[in-house]
């Protein structure tokens, strides 16, 4: 079992940057493609990010390409999301997922591909 646990939310306003957290436990996820995702009150959840096991390949929603960077530090089995001119519209509870796979560029975007999942992280964001 992995065990996934985000932090670095929290209420900041328009234009600001945040970085989230992602530290797994368990198992190793050195193996495993991980990522971010999303959900407003009433909203289904949405894929964020993605990023590869290897870190060789990483995927972004158009919403938030050029504004978010994820990145991983396998030795420190944790997942990073670099958040920065942040907008109202970025206002959601973020969660980090894994699944295990062993391809080099996999960055799966949809919230049936993955096995595990944190609690959930809020950011709000106010104009």
């Known amino acids: 079992q992995v065990q996934l646990v985000e932090s670095g939310g929290g209420l900041v306003q328009a234009g600001d940057s945040l970085r989230l957290s992602c530290a797994a436990s368990?198992?190793?996820?050195?193996?495993?493609?991980m990522g971010w995702f999303r959900q407003e009150a009433g909203k289904e959840r949405e894929v964020v990010a993605a990023?590869?096991?290897?870190?060789?390949?990483?995927y972004y929603a158009d919403s938030v390409k050029g504004r978010f960077t994820i990145s991983r530090d396998n030795a420190k089995n944790t997942m990073y999301l670099q958040m920065s001119s942040l907008k109202p519209d970025d206002t959601a509870v973020y969660y980090c997922?894994?699944?295990?796979?062993?391809?080099?560029?996999?960055?799966?975007?949809?919230?049936?591909?993955?096995?595990?999942w944190g609690q959930g992280t809020q950011v709000s964001v106010s104009s």
């Open positions: 990023i590869a096991w290897s870190g060789g390949s990483t």
């Open positions: 368990g198992r190793t996820v050195g193996n495993y493609a």
């Open positions: 997922a894994a699944v295990r796979s062993d391809r080099y560029y996999y960055t799966p975007r949809e919230v049936n591909q993955y096995d595990y």
